[in-house]
């Protein structure tokens, strides 16, 4: 018996007055899910706070949705689906070189094989945009073509351009991830997310207040007075909580920050689109002068 009063005596304090508040909350939350609450068992909350409380809900959803969509910057690969088959391929070269550089460390002076090491240098990074595969395709086809063909020639041009364009639009995506999608993300964690924090403190408040009057109902003669200063802490409690919350949805809803980081995706989109469109129109004249040749001389041929 010592050793379990021991034992009991080390455990932690149990608050029963918040167990007891807890389980008065949830029985009055069931009640009113169940319908067995009239309407005057529910305390009315501000008109100013449910309108602001709509609002809310209103541009928090708005974050989560372009939020979700903006994302699609922070992946490399998102208009360029077919480096799937690219990357299983890097991956199988860096794991081959990981693989033989720990080998000739590690399995020296041991019977073990040891792999030789692939010849040539690694290969370097391959930009896994739609632009940069367009622009390493193009170039492929004229080194395999040949400085003298037009198409290749062509190509080259391509190729040398698509690469500006690839380049542009990561610098675009850099750009939208620090300038937009962090801080659109960080507005919705921590003002958004300390407002709803305090909305719902205020349910909770709110639900203190309502199971303290219907408490205040039921109870004996002589808890009423208990029951009764209840009734007056929670109703302190409720008001504290929802000016507090009616502060933190106003300070949202008034914030400048998500205009201006609007403002940022708006500049680093019309920062690429322009400089994709310089780029684009600096070789036009020049491919179309090479297709307009090639059209002359084979006219030409077929006309002998």
Do not use: C
Request: cysteine-free; aromatic content about 4%; proline content about 5%.
């Amino acid at each position: 018996m010592q050793s379990w009063k021991n034992f009991s005596a080390q455990l932690p304090a149990v608050d029963m007055s918040a167990m007891s508040k807890n389980l008065r909350n949830t029985v009055q939350a069931t009640r009113e899910k169940l319908g067995n609450v009239g309407p005057d068992g529910i305390t009315e909350l501000p008109a100013e706070y449910k309108q602001l409380e709509a609002r809310v809900d209103g541009l928090r959803e708005l974050h989560q949705k372009i939020l979700k969509i903006a994302k699609v910057h922070e992946t490399e690969s998102y208009d360029y689906p077919s480096d799937i088959a690219e990357s299983v391929q890097d991956m199988g070269q860096q794991a081959a070189s990981a693989w033989s550089s720990f080998a000739n460390k590690n399995l020296k002076n041991t019977n073990l094989p040891i792999p030789i090491p692939a010849q040539g240098a690694p290969t370097p990074h391959q930009p896994k945009t739609l632009p940069h595969a367009m622009s390493r395709a193009a170039k492929a086809g004229a080194t395999e073509l040949g400085s003298g063909d037009r198409l290749g020639m062509a190509l080259a041009v391509y190729g040398s351009a698509m690469e500006k364009v690839g380049d542009a639009r990561m610098s675009q995506d850099q750009m939208i991830s620090e300038k937009f999608v962090t801080p659109w993300s960080a507005t919705l964690s921590t003002s958004i997310g300390l407002a709803m924090k305090a909305r719902a403190n205020v349910k909770t408040a709110r639900l203190e207040l309502d199971s303290a009057r219907a408490a205040l109902k039921s109870a004996a003669p002589a808890k009423q007075e208990q029951a009764r200063l209840h009734v007056e802490e929670a109703e302190d409690k409720l008001v504290q909580n929802t000016e507090t919350a009616i502060g933190l949805m106003k300070a949202v809803l008034e914030n400048p920050e998500p205009i201006q980081n609007l403002s940022n995706l708006v500049k680093a989109q019309l920062i690429f689109y322009s400089s994709a469109a310089e780029t684009l129109s600096g070789i036009q004249g020049e491919i179309d002068e090479a297709a307009t040749a090639a059209e002359g001389e084979y006219r030409t041929s077929r006309g002998a």
